[in-house]
T-cell receptor, first 114, second 116 residues
Framework: ELKVEQNPLFLSMQEGKNYTIYCNYS?????LYWYRQDPGKSLESLFV?????AVKQEGRLMASLDTKARLSTLHITAAVHDLSATYFC??????????????FGKGTKLSVIP | NAGVTQTPKFQVLKTGQSMTLQCAQD?????MYWYRQDPGMGLRLIYY???????DKGEVPNGYNVSRLNKREFSLRLESAAPSQTSVYFC???????????????FGDGTRLSIL
């Protein structure tokens, strides 16, 4: 059974500061996704990480994957209020017939304060 | 582009009532999924359909049934609703095959279901 743990679950940070969200998963999974969810809204895909050492960046967010450590990180640089949201780490496990099941972490609720 | 469309957006039921949540996607995706989201729990997979004509149980299938009506549509049915099924339900879709893994799942806007 694939388990995904995110840390921290709640994060309050000041604008302009840097911080990292950590995501550990329990069994082999070489497909890792990060999603963003605003309150009352759907999930928006941020990053797809497919291989060991993968690093992707979009604006102030950078995600990385270390499959040997079973660890992914989401780094926030110079936070701004618009980044306030809940971020989910999601690991994929092949379920046959070309389909993957996603296991979600509990999410990290990020609040960026002035 | 509509993407993944879920209906209804909100619903209140009484315990024991039945209802069907509808989901349709216009991206020609083969795989479709139903999740529920509860506070502090992330999303948990209820059922999925890898391709038209197939369905499989996810992590929390008890109390639910699904139907893959055609390639576009995947419905979730609650036969006898219980208060424990109060949740936000999300439908998602994705491409099929080895190339699929490069693409994320695309989510609908959710159905907020309350069972009294």
């Amino acid at each position: 059974e694939l388990k995904v743990e995110q840390n921290p679950l709640f994060l309050s940070m000041q604008e302009g500061k840097n911080y990292t969200i950590y995501c550990n998963y329990s069994t082999t999974s070489d497909r890792l996704y990060w999603y963003r969810q605003d309150p009352g809204k759907s999930l928006e895909s941020l990053f797809v990480l497919l291989s060991n050492g993968a690093v992707k960046q979009e604006g102030r967010l950078m995600a990385s994957l270390d499959t040997k450590a079973r660890l992914s990180t989401l780094h926030i640089t110079a936070a701004v209020h618009d980044l306030s949201a809940t971020y989910f780490c999601t690991a994929a496990l092949y379920s046959g017939a070309g389909s993957y099941q996603l296991t979600f972490g509990k999410g990290t609720k990020l609040s960026v304060i002035p | 582009n509509a993407g993944v469309t879920q209906t209804p957006k909100f619903q209140v039921l009484k315990t024991g009532q039945s209802m069907t949540l509808q989901c349709a996607q216009d991206m020609n995706h083969n795989s479709m999924y139903w999740y529920r989201q509860d506070p502090g729990m992330g999303l948990r997979l209820i059922y999925y359909s890898a391709s038209e004509g197939t369905t499989d149980k996810g992590e929390v299938p008890n109390g639910y049934n699904v139907s893959r009506l055609n390639k576009r549509e995947f419905s979730l049915r609650l036969e006898s609703a219980a208060p424990s099924q109060t949740s936000v339900y999300f439908c998602a879709s994705s491409e099929y095959g080895t190339a699929f893994s490069n693409q994320p799942q695309h989510f609908g806007d959710g159905t907020r279901l309350s069972i009294l």
